[in-house]
């Protein structure tokens, strides 16, 4: 059997904000803005001591409007660029996020959510801000939103955003908690050869010819970085395929349909979940982030019990993978979310839920983990009720 | 020799593209628009090397109109993205121009920090004392007594003094100069931005349209007047005593220190990290 033999020295014993910050910098990150918060600072003091050792910066700003500011403008100038906040932080940011939805400028935002609304429970653990990421900005929007459950995939999906945010151009938020971020787990980083980096697409004519917002066969015009040579406008405003403002119907219409084109014509690429023993499962589990460990650990135990008890793990949460999570409902005859809020995501699933199966829950918001053993008892009343 | 005004529209603004313009007749905007493209042509800056940003409000819709790299951000936050942009490629020249409602109320946190930080960026503020673009609300600068469509009864607030709030913040230059006063104009932004180090210059502008209606100078001659007469050279201000100074406003280069620039201190600091 080929497996890859281990060094000692690739196995890390690191935390999920340390691991966000080494999967940034594997995937070209150079900037970083931020503002203090916990528990995502750790990721800024991180960046604080690595950034000018990779030729990169680091920059602590004064607030978190102008962390998220520096960050679009730094990826204006072409640098791959991120920010790291929590809950409060969050949702100062909501404004400029708008700003990069519409003028389409790649960037990351790692949100380690804390229990709100408001100050809240700092710093417990949370999954309150799944909707905020999807709808805190004004008006209909593209945007990505993963969900980490693991130090591995803080690493790991971290490359993923700033891949998808590079090649969709769209501002793409990565979501933990402080069980994630400050849990600390023994992983091995990849290699820089066994993962895929991906870039912005850049444009290949001549400036005269460059055309900033042209619709191309993907929905994702070629973004050329200020000082490269190509003049042009970026605005928060709807503009035409110039960059200009518009008010003009036959403009502003297919501008916002290519917006949204873009992103589904990516659903494949951009929707990932994960299966665990789903195969027969007549009761399935749909959980994301650190819940979806707690949730594997309870699959097992029920399993164990005689139960057919499947998972399905969300990794992407918007666009919501609506396919993946069909696919399961239809084989299901019930189905239990458990989640660290009221329901935000059971919203989604019920939402999709063509087939008329009860949709169980477990919410908790009092900053407390959701615990295998909760999510068994989950299981045992859904498969008993 | 300044260029011929109509060469310079032709080298320098969008010319086929974007005009005509949001403006009003007797609004200062396109004024000081001028100036900073006579000093960017006094210096002979590269197009593409010049970054042009701006916030939002009537003096927001400036980087539209020029030839530059140009951003049009959010209210208040130009600042922020310049210092992302001046960050990434410091090669760049980076203005920022924003209103007064822009750059000191929802911007003042901004302001500040940029002028503490001291990147070398040029920041132009057209200070019209008024929020043009929304209907004539009163601004962080509208002068206390002023009527505003927020201050129907006058304004009981109390103006910010832009220039020496970024004096005390930490700027490397700050002129205060006016859009009647157009020649010193001209020399000021070519000043600061050449200067090495964050830079302000003020430019009291006009609004006729906002400002001046509802303070009994309803037309642009009334408001240049106004301007002539309020403005005090910084020499001349220096032998006045405060109560001669009052309601008035001093025009003239108020700082030119040399202080360490952010950039710089960030390059030492990657050298030594990377030795």
Same mark, same amino acid.
């Given at each position: 059997?080929?497996?890859?033999?281990?060094?000692?020295?690739?196995?890390?014993?690191?935390?999920?904000?340390?691991?966000?910050?080494?999967?940034?910098?594997?995937?070209?990150?150079?900037?970083?803005?931020?503002?203090?918060?916990?528990?995502?600072?750790?990721?800024?003091?991180?960046?604080?001591?690595?950034?000018?050792?990779?030729?990169?910066?680091?920059?602590?700003?004064?607030?978190?409007?102008?962390?998220?500011?520096?960050?679009?403008?730094?990826?204006?100038?072409?640098?791959?660029?991120?920010?790291?906040?929590?809950?409060?932080?969050?949702?100062?940011?909501?404004?400029?996020?708008?700003?990069?939805?519409?003028?389409?400028? %790649?960037?990351?935002?790692?949100?380690?959510?804390?229990?709100?609304?408001?100050?809240?429970?700092?710093?417990?653990?949370?999954?309150?801000?799944?909707?905020?990421?999807?709808?805190?900005?004004?008006?209909?929007?593209?945007?990505?939103?993963?969900?980490?459950?693991?130090?591995?995939?803080?690493?790991?999906?971290?490359?993923?955003?700033?891949?998808?945010?590079?090649?969709?151009?769209?501002?793409?938020?990565?979501?933990?908690?402080?069980?994630?971020?400050?849990?600390?787990?023994?992983?091995?980083?990849?290699?820089?050869?066994?993962?895929?980096?991906?870039?912005?697409?850049?444009?290949?004519?001549?400036?005269?010819?460059?055309? %900033?917002?042209?619709?191309?066969?993907?929905?994702?015009?070629?973004?050329?970085?200020?000082?490269?040579?190509?003049?042009?406008?970026?605005?928060?405003?709807?503009?035409?395929?110039?960059?200009?403002?518009?008010?003009?119907?036959?403009?502003?219409?297919?501008?916002?349909?290519?917006?949204?084109?873009?992103?589904?014509?990516?659903?494949?690429?951009?929707?990932?979940?994960?299966?665990?023993?789903?195969?027969?499962?007549?009761?399935?589990?749909?959980?994301?982030?650190?819940?979806?460990?707690?949730?594997?650990?309870?699959?097992?135990?029920?399993?164990?019990?005689?139960?057919?008890?499947?998972?399905?793990?969300?990794?992407?949460?918007? %666009?919501?993978?609506?396919?993946?999570?069909?696919?399961?409902?239809?084989?299901?005859?019930?189905?239990?979310?458990?989640?660290?809020?009221?329901?935000?995501?059971?919203?989604?699933?019920?939402?999709?839920?063509?087939?008329?199966?009860?949709?169980?829950?477990?919410?908790?918001?009092?900053?407390?983990?959701?615990?295998?053993?909760?999510?068994?008892?989950?299981?045992?009343?859904?498969?008993?009720? | 020799?300044?260029?011929?005004?109509?060469?310079?529209?032709?080298?320098?603004?969008?010319?086929?593209?974007?005009?005509?313009?949001?403006?009003?007749?007797?609004?200062?905007?396109?004024?000081?628009?001028?100036?900073?493209?006579?000093?960017?042509?006094?210096?002979?800056?590269?197009?593409? @090397?010049?970054?042009?940003?701006?916030?939002?409000?009537?003096?927001?819709?400036?980087?539209?109109?020029?030839?530059?790299?140009?951003?049009?951000?959010?209210?208040?936050?130009?600042?922020?993205?310049?210092?992302?942009? &001046?960050?990434?490629?410091?090669?760049?020249?980076?203005?920022?121009?924003?209103?007064?409602?822009?750059?000191?109320?929802?911007?003042?946190?901004?302001?500040?920090?940029?002028?503490?930080?001291?990147?070398?960026?040029?920041?132009?503020?057209?200070?019209?004392?008024?929020?043009?673009?929304?209907?004539?609300?009163?601004?962080?600068?509208?002068?206390?007594?002023?009527?505003?469509?927020?201050?129907?009864?006058?304004?009981?607030?109390?103006?910010?003094?832009?220039?020496?709030?970024?004096?005390?913040?930490?700027?490397?230059?700050?002129?205060?100069?006016?859009?009647?006063?157009?020649?010193?104009?001209?020399?000021?932004?070519?000043?600061?931005?050449?200067?090495?180090?964050?830079?302000?210059?003020?430019?009291?502008?006009?609004?006729?349209?906002?400002?001046?209606?509802?303070?009994?100078?309803?037309?642009?001659?009334?408001?240049?007047?106004?301007? &002539? @007469?309020?403005?005090?050279?910084?020499? &001349?201000?220096?032998?006045?005593?405060?109560? @001669?100074?009052?309601?008035?406003?001093?025009?003239?280069?108020?700082?030119?220190? @040399?202080?360490?620039?952010?950039?710089?201190?960030?390059?030492?600091?990657?050298?030594?990290?990377?030795?």
């Amino acid at each position: 059997m080929a497996s890859r033999r281990l060094k000692p020295r690739d196995a890390r014993l690191i935390m999920g904000n340390e691991a966000v910050v080494e999967g940034a910098i594997f995937a070209g990150c150079r900037f970083f803005a931020g503002y203090p918060i916990t528990p995502a600072s750790e990721i800024a003091e991180l960046f604080a001591e690595r950034m000018p050792k990779v030729g990169g910066v680091f920059i602590q700003m004064e607030d978190e409007i102008a962390s998220l500011g520096a960050v679009i403008g730094a990826s204006i100038a072409g640098a791959k660029a991120m920010t790291a906040t929590s809950g409060p932080g969050f949702s100062l940011m909501q404004e400029n996020l708008g700003f990069a939805c519409l003028a389409e400028v %790649p960037c990351v935002i790692v949100d380690v959510m804390r229990a709100g609304p408001s100050t809240g429970l700092p710093t417990s653990p949370s999954q309150g801000d799944v909707l905020q990421a999807r709808w805190g900005t004004h008006g209909d929007h593209p945007i990505i939103v993963l969900a980490a459950s693991s130090t591995l995939e803080c690493f790991t999906l971290t490359v993923k955003a700033f891949n998808l945010s590079e090649k969709y151009r769209v501002p793409v938020i990565l979501l933990s908690d402080a069980i994630v971020a400050h849990m600390r787990e023994t992983v091995v980083l990849p290699n820089s050869d066994e993962l895929e980096i991906v870039d912005r697409p850049k444009p290949k004519m001549p400036p005269e010819w460059y055309i %900033p917002y042209q619709d191309t066969g993907t929905g994702v015009p070629p973004m050329a970085a200020f000082g490269d040579g190509y003049r042009y406008h970026i605005t928060g405003l709807i503009h035409d395929v110039r960059g200009f403002p518009t008010q003009r119907e036959d403009e502003i219409n297919p501008f916002m349909e290519r917006l949204f084109r873009k992103i589904t014509q990516g659903f494949k690429e951009i929707c990932m979940t994960e299966g665990y023993m789903l195969e027969d499962a007549e009761y399935n589990v749909i959980a994301y982030g650190s819940v979806a460990r707690a949730a594997l650990r309870a699959v097992s135990d029920a399993r164990m019990k005689g139960y057919k008890v499947g998972l399905l793990k969300l990794i992407t949460l918007f %666009p919501f993978p609506k396919k993946e999570v069909q696919e399961v409902l239809k084989n299901s005859k019930a189905v239990l979310v458990p989640e660290m809020n009221l329901g935000q995501i059971r919203r989604e699933v019920k939402r999709v839920n063509d087939f008329m199966i009860p949709i169980h829950k477990i919410n908790r918001v009092d900053g407390k983990l959701i615990t295998p053993k909760d999510i068994l008892g989950g299981i045992e009343a859904m498969i008993g009720g | 020799m300044p260029e011929p005004v109509t060469k310079l529209i032709h080298k320098y603004l969008r010319h086929d593209k974007k005009f005509p313009h949001v403006w009003c007749p007797g609004c200062g905007n396109g004024i000081v628009l001028g100036s900073l493209i006579r000093a960017i042509d006094h210096l002979e800056l590269k197009k593409d @090397e010049v970054v042009l940003v701006s916030g939002i409000g009537c003096s927001g819709r400036m980087s539209v109109y020029v030839d530059f790299n140009t951003l049009h951000t959010t209210h208040g936050r130009a600042l922020t993205f310049a210092t992302g942009i &001046k960050l990434v490629k410091p090669e760049l020249t980076v203005i920022v121009v924003m209103g007064d409602g822009d750059a000191l109320s929802i911007g003042g946190n901004h302001f500040i920090h940029a002028a503490r930080r001291n990147l070398d960026i040029t920041a132009i503020i057209v200070n019209n004392q008024i929020y043009g673009m929304t209907g004539g609300q009163f601004s962080s600068t509208t002068p206390y007594g002023a009527y505003a469509t927020t201050a129907p009864y006058g304004n009981i607030e109390h103006a910010f003094p832009i220039s020496e709030l970024a004096v005390v913040a930490g700027s490397s230059f700050v002129a205060r100069g006016t859009v009647y006063h157009v020649q010193s104009l001209d020399e000021m932004i070519k000043r600061a931005i050449e200067k090495k180090g964050f830079s302000v210059v003020e430019v009291i502008s006009t609004c006729p349209t906002q400002f001046g209606r509802k303070n009994k100078m309803p037309d642009p001659v009334s408001m240049m007047l106004y301007l &002539k @007469e309020k403005a005090v050279k910084k020499e &001349k201000a220096d032998t006045m005593d405060k109560k @001669e100074l009052e309601g008035r406003f001093v025009i003239g280069v108020l700082a030119d220190v @040399e202080k360490p620039v952010y950039m710089e201190d960030y390059g030492i600091i990657k050298e030594k990290c990377q030795l």
